[in-house]
């Protein structure tokens, strides 16, 4: 019997009950039997979509990275200058992960133990982005918007630079600084590294 268009796949339930659980209890509080009865299947079934729990929080993870990532990629093949590209990609990421931080903290602090943990899904986002910053860096600098020469050192620059608004589990440490005060660092930080790139240090 063919599934009619409108229901949702069971994956994509399964993530649903699964996100829901770990919002309101807590990782160490959601189990794979409680999604599966939420679910109204039994566990075995659970794992025939995730062979395990930790299979299934890291597809909850990529599922929230996902969007991010696709807007950094839009954003690098955007046809804006290299150094407003950056700007811009650097600031989503920190704007994202706060926002998280802030909104969804129990599934941002599994993202942070994964990247603490160098979990799969955690380096290959950390990959991800890695990818589009460099993509941006040899555009600039083929581009003469960046004058720094080599680009290891530049992406380590924008790495090191903003490490505290890029790394998810100094954001969770920061998560008690109000807002607006890290909003302001970033903002002088990123102008900082910019004129780094540039070569106006």
């Known amino acids: 019997m ?3 268009p409108d229901a949702e796949p069971t994956d994509a339930r399964i993530l649903q009950i699964a996100a829901e659980h770990v919002r309101k209890y807590g990782l160490g509080r959601t189990t794979v039997v409680s999604i599966a009865a939420e679910a109204g299947m039994s566990h075995a079934n659970v794992y025939r979509y995730f062979p395990s729990k930790q299979a299934l929080v890291d597809a909850l993870t990529d599922h929230w ?16 200058p290299a150094d407003d590209k950056l700007e811009r990609i650097v600031s989503a990421v920190y704007r994202a992960y706060r926002n998280k931080a802030e909104v969804d903290p129990n599934l941002f602090n599994i993202f942070a133990e994964a990247m603490q943990e160098g979990r799969g899904t955690a380096r290959r986002h950390r990959a991800r982005l890695q990818s589009e910053i460099q993509r941006v860096v040899d555009e600039g600098m083929a581009g003469g918007v960046f004058r720094q020469g080599d680009q290891r050192r530049a992406v380590a620059l924008v790495f090191d630079g903003l490490h505290r608004f890029m790394h998810p589990v100094v954001i969770r440490l920061d998560r008690d600084v109000p807002r607006e005060q890290m909003d302001a660092r970033f903002e002088r930080l990123a102008r900082v590294v910019l004129r780094g790139l540039a070569g106006r240090l």
């Open 2 to 4: 063919a599934r009619p």
């Open 65 to 80: 990275l996902k969007p991010i990532e696709a807007g950094l990629h839009d954003i690098a093949d955007a046809p804006d």
